[in-house]
């Protein structure tokens, strides 16, 4: 990945019931740092750049918008078959 200012990465923590919450927001360094760690974790990834885009409008530790279930519901199912959870 380049480490370009258009780079965007948005993190998501989801505790049921709550709705998904957004735990961190960055560009360039930051973003890669942020995929970094998460690859250092066990952390699966999605790249979904529209939806980050809308994700990064979100505030630091608030949860996602209705609007956006649907989009992060695919990301949600889409990692839990790579981890195998999911059949």
């Not at 780079?7 to 989801?14: D, G, H, P, Q």
């Not at 505030?59 to 059949?87: C, M």
Request: aromatic share 4%; hydrophobic share 45%.
């Amino acid at each position: 990945m380049s480490d370009q200012p258009s780079t965007l990465a948005v993190a998501l923590k989801y505790e049921q019931p709550n709705a998904p919450r957004v735990t961190a927001i960055g560009r360039g360094e930051v973003a890669r740092r942020i995929i970094e760690l998460a690859e250092a974790s066990g952390v699966p990834i999605s790249e979904n750049p529209g939806l980050a885009a809308a994700l990064s409008q979100v505030e630091i530790d608030q949860e996602i918008p209705e609007n956006l279930y649907r989009a992060v519901a695919e990301v949600l199912t889409y990692i839990l078959r790579v981890s195998g959870k999911l059949r």
